[in-house]
């Protein structure tokens, strides 16, 4: 495999208007709330490194997300939690339940914007008496209306809907409510680093040298931002690690929970920010500038940037938070800091991809409230706009309202069909790395699609849709995998094996190093193996969309869930029924699905087509994508495979490209391997009536 580029460094990498990472930056974020985990997990060895790296020692590189020698530091930690069955021990609870339940124990509440509100069960109080009345108690407990879940802001108190059920059981025994649990070691170890390096660091206006903090400002981009206002957010500088230093402050008693650094690497003229956390980056929360909302804010500006947060403030006074993970994910947790504001507006970036997130997340936090700031070149991010002398808040009153009607006129959908004109290649979706061909055909993995895939039994389709899944992951996209026909402890060791591009069996010395990183890809494992019925698979989507903002799904494959209950049904009409239900999902949450599918029973030596697939009709038709991995047996020695691009609904164009196999990697890419020749076909007769050359696909064919 290639050696990794330096740009492609873990967490974050943010720019100007020509960053190292593309347009769409690469925002490697993901993890959300953590749940209980099904299936254990090795804790990581790495935990620990950043506190010597960082107090005096050598500074190291982030470490790569794409495949290159270990031994790197680790930097973002993303917890692939194993998402439990709904069939398991946290049964799903309705928002309708959770209210009959509220009123049945005389427990006052009003409704908020994602949350229920509700006097805490964790503050003080005769423990005998149920919660005191709305007049005399301040309502600081927050249930999710969508999981059930808890956060009390008071006492930091937290758990599910089960955990507070219990909670009140025990109040009217007169038994006090659970205390908080003391922090787990390493969150424990973790504050410790965090207040040594702190400690450390030192306010950016305060260094001897004029110059070092004119110069250190410039290379951060931040020479316009004052330093009342550095001041006012707490950022530090640590000189050891050229790093700046964001706290995060327990809204609680103001205790020091966690820090974020942000470093500056420059490859020529381009530029990339690179972020470190701790604790790790699943257990970091920190809504950055929360300390300074007053209780009677009404209005506040969400930015994906502690630095565009800066920026926004200064410019405008307005309230402004920078989410701890960008535009990647909005974890469900975080939502009851946000209930008191009547309007918020998100502002989290300045491409495609961040305009999506912002659309996903308004979601969560009600449309009616949100408003969002259209990415472009007259909107740029906040820290850019300042810097280029925009009117900020002219932006901010710009901003569209993210709710709309059933039924619109082509003047409100104007600036999102010029944004699209404007943005081709961002519109194209996300480039495989792996796969250059197939970003030819294809132009790009896009969300709200359903692709189909299908290949004979044997040719290797999850091999090869794990790496295709792999690729993107390893680019930022949160993925969840379905796998019904291989447990994921296999799966795993297939993907682990792809990631690090070599067998490690005989390495065993380099597991935990490649482990520790493949451990920071957002990805994530649905725990079903077998038959599932169709609902169950849907709910636990539903979930993962709403815990960890899932934008790629991988269902592998569609045959398991046409279980037992579709006996008495017919087969097609039941698979038109999956089919449709994916399509509806996909739609609606604005995620791309990859549905495998098996083909018919045909003869061995006839290529597949599109009316091979198995079923009827309506796979290929609801399919935004159909490939198809052929595999052409040969009587002298193995056969020779290659992918074929049968149906593309973004522009059209379909063809085919040969594929290599590296057993020792378990890799189909053609990274590092010798150029591959691309042919585009009109339709698929093409390729069935005329058979391609020996050692070749022929020349090129433009459509």
Not at 219 to 227: A, K, W, Y
Not at 245 to 262: H, I, Q
């Amino acid at each position: 495999m290639a050696a990794p580029s330096p740009a492609t460094s873990t967490g974050t990498a943010r720019g100007g208007r020509t960053s190292v990472s593309g347009p769409a930056r690469k925002c490697r974020r993901g993890g959300g709330v953590r749940m209980a985990a099904v299936v254990p997990l090795r804790p990581c060895r790495a935990a620990g490194r950043l506190l010597p790296l960082l107090c005096g020692g050598t500074r190291s590189k982030g470490a790569s997300l794409s495949p290159g020698p270990p031994g790197r530091l680790t930097q973002r930690r993303y917890k692939k939690d194993v998402l439990p069955s709904p069939e398991g021990p946290v049964p799903s609870v309705s928002i309708t339940e959770i209210r009959q339940y509220l009123r049945a124990q005389g427990i006052p509440f009003h409704d908020g914007y994602s949350c229920l509100h509700t006097p805490s069960l964790f503050t003080n109080g005769r423990e005998d008496q149920p919660p005191a009345p709305a007049a005399s108690a301040p309502y600081t407990l927050f249930i999710d209306k969508t999981t059930g879940s808890f956060l009390c802001t008071a006492t930091l108190a937290e758990g599910t809907w089960q955990d507070f059920q219990a909670n009140v059981e025990l109040r009217h025994r007169g038994v006090p409510p659970a205390s908080s649990e003391e922090p787990e070691e390493n969150t424990r170890r973790a504050r410790e680093d965090a207040r040594c390096i702190w400690d450390r660091a030192l306010p950016l206006w305060e260094l001897l040298d004029e110059d070092e903090t004119n110069k250190t400002k410039e290379m951060f981009g931040i020479s316009l931002v004052t330093d009342a206002t550095l001041k006012r957010f707490g950022v530090r500088y640590l000189r050891t690690a050229k790093s700046l230093v964001f706290p995060w402050f327990s809204p609680r008693d103001a205790t020091l929970k966690g820090l974020k650094l942000v470093r500056v690497e420059k490859k020529g003229d381009a530029t990339a920010y690179v972020e470190e956390t701790l604790p790790r980056f699943d257990s970091y929360r920190n809504l950055f500038g929360l300390p300074l909302i007053g209780r009677r804010d009404t209005e506040l500006v969400l930015t994906g940037w502690e630095l565009d947060a800066l920026a926004l403030h200064q410019a405008t006074g307005v309230a402004s938070l920078a989410l701890p993970r960008g535009a990647t994910c909005l974890p469900p947790a975080l939502l009851p800091y946000l209930e008191q504001f009547k309007r918020i507006t998100l502002w989290l970036g300045e491409d495609l991809r961040s305009w999506e997130a912002a659309k996903l997340f308004a979601r969560k936090l009600s449309l009616k409230r949100c408003s969002l700031v259209r990415p472009g070149d007259l909107q740029p991010r906040p820290l850019e706009a300042l810097n280029q002398g925009l009117n900020l808040t002219k932006i901010l009153r710009a901003a569209l309202p993210a709710s709309h009607k059933s039924i619109v006129s082509f003047r409100q959908l104007r600036e999102e069909v010029f944004g699209e004109l404007v943005n081709t290649e961002q519109v194209a979706g996300i480039k495989w790395a792996r796969f250059p061909e197939l970003n030819k055909l294809l132009k790009g993995h896009r969300r709200g699609e359903l692709t189909i895939f299908t290949g004979p039994t044997g040719s290797g389709k999850t091999t090869f849709i794990s790496e295709y899944a792999l690729d993107l992951c390893m680019q930022g996209v949160c993925t969840l995998w379905g796998s019904f026909e291989i447990n994921n402890v296999r799966l795993a060791k297939i993907m682990l094996t792809q990631f690090a591009a070599q067998r490690l069996e005989d390495q065993l010395e380099l597991y935990d190093e490649w482990a520790d990183r493949f451990e920071d890809l957002p990805l994530y494992f649905m725990t079903f193996h077998g038959q599932q019925n169709i609902k169950t698979v849907i709910d636990t989507m539903q979930h993962a969309v709403y815990m960890y903002d899932i934008t790629h799904v991988v269902v592998d494959n569609l045959q398991f869930m046409m279980g037992h209950e579709h006996l008495s049904v017919d087969r097609l009409a039941a698979q038109d029924y999956i089919v449709g239900a994916f399509r509806k999902f996909a739609t609606d949450n604005t995620c791309h699905i990859t549905l495998v599918i098996h083909p018919r029973k045909e003869d061995d030596e006839k290529e597949l087509q599109t009316a091979s697939i198995f079923g009827s009709a309506k796979a290929s038709q609801e399919a935004d994508n159909v490939l198809i991995l052929q595999d052409r047996k040969l009587v002298t020695g193995p056969g020779k495979r290659y992918l074929q691009v049968s149906k593309n609904r973004f522009d059209g164009d379909v063809g085919v490209f040969p594929l290599e196999f590296s057993k020792a990697s378990l890799t189909f890419s053609s990274v590092g391997k010798s150029k591959v020749k691309l042919k585009k076909m009109k339709e698929e007769k093409a390729l069935l009536a005329k058979k391609a050359p020996e050692g070749g696909l022929g020349a090129s064919k433009k459509l």
